[in-house]
């Protein structure tokens, strides 16, 4: 285990809006350790050393509380300020050696698709089921020379050793297609405006005939 993901922790005791403050304005992150059954731990973490642990994807962190055994643990809700993108608060669920645990993955794509088309990335994340103490932070779907209507689902992915899909097997996640100019558009408006129109007029021919 890397010495960047190891965290000291200490316990708290005090809570409110106005402790979390002083606790982040002396570079020290407010956190709750909970999993197993166990009664939640409420912690206080080093702030800039837990900032960078997160910088991985689903990064196990051993975190030791004043002087107990090590405990390992993955962050599953990390609140920031929505201005500053300052971390203020972090949910942190215990894991142990052997065990699964459902997260999400990042969806990364390589190559190119086949020239003229381009690619829509509809689903930037996948659920998947994996061992905790080997994650994966992402998995890779290449779009080498895929054509125009192509598509790539969940199910059609290849995940990491030991890893299952969580999700929807049908759910789409990439799509290949060739993009349409303003003139198409509006031909395709100019389209379906005349089969309006010659809707509404067999219509209006058809009542006028049933009178």
Same mark, same amino acid.
């Given at each position: 285990?890397?010495?960047?993901?190891?965290?000291?922790a200490e316990?708290?005791t005090?809570?409110?809006?106005?402790?979390a403050r002083?606790?982040?304005?002396?570079?020290?992150?407010?956190?709750v350790?909970?999993?197993?059954?166990?009664?939640?731990a409420?912690?206080?973490?080093?702030?800039?050393?837990?900032?960078?642990?997160?910088k991985h994807?689903?990064?196990?962190l051993?975190i030791?509380?004043?002087g107990?055994e090590?405990?390992?643990a993955?962050?599953?809700?990390?609140?920031?300020?929505?201005?500053?993108q300052?971390?203020?608060?972090i949910?942190?669920?215990?894991?142990?050696?052997?065990?699964k645990?459902?997260?999400?993955?990042?969806?990364?794509?390589?190559?190119e698709?086949?020239?003229?088309t381009?690619?829509?990335?509809?689903?930037?994340?996948?659920?998947?089921l994996?061992? +905790?103490?080997?994650?994966p932070?992402?998995v890779? =779907?290449?779009? %080498?020379?895929?054509?125009d209507g *192509?598509?790539i689902t $969940?199910g059609?992915?290849?995940l990491?050793?030991?890893?299952?899909?969580?999700?929807?097997a049908d759910?789409?996640?990439?799509?290949?297609t060739?993009?349409r100019?303003a +003139?198409?558009?509006e031909?395709?408006d100019a389209? =379906?405006?005349a %089969?309006?129109?010659?809707?509404? *007029?067999a219509?209006a $021919?058809?009542?006028?005939?049933?009178?």
């Amino acid at each position: 285990m890397s010495d960047k993901l190891k965290l000291a922790a200490e316990s708290r005791t005090q809570f409110g809006k106005g402790f979390a403050r002083r606790a982040r304005a002396a570079g020290k992150i407010p956190a709750v350790l909970y999993g197993h059954g166990g009664a939640p731990a409420h912690v206080l973490l080093p702030g800039h050393q837990t900032m960078m642990a997160l910088k991985h994807q689903n990064a196990l962190l051993t975190i030791t509380v004043e002087g107990e055994e090590p405990v390992l643990a993955i962050a599953k809700d990390v609140q920031r300020d929505p201005v500053q993108q300052i971390i203020e608060h972090i949910d942190l669920l215990l894991v142990r050696k052997g065990e699964k645990i459902t997260v999400d993955v990042s969806v990364h794509l390589e190559g190119e698709s086949y020239p003229g088309t381009i690619h829509v990335l509809e689903i930037s994340s996948l659920s998947i089921l994996a061992e +905790a103490t080997h994650l994966p932070d992402s998995v890779t =779907v290449s779009i %080498e020379g895929l054509e125009d209507g *192509a598509k790539i689902t $969940a199910g059609e992915i290849a995940l990491p050793k030991g890893s299952e899909l969580a999700g929807d097997a049908d759910q789409l996640i990439v799509a290949i297609t060739v993009p349409r100019s303003a +003139a198409d558009d509006e031909a395709a408006d100019a389209a =379906v405006a005349a %089969e309006a129109v010659a809707a509404s *007029a067999a219509e209006a $021919a058809a009542a006028e005939a049933d009178a």
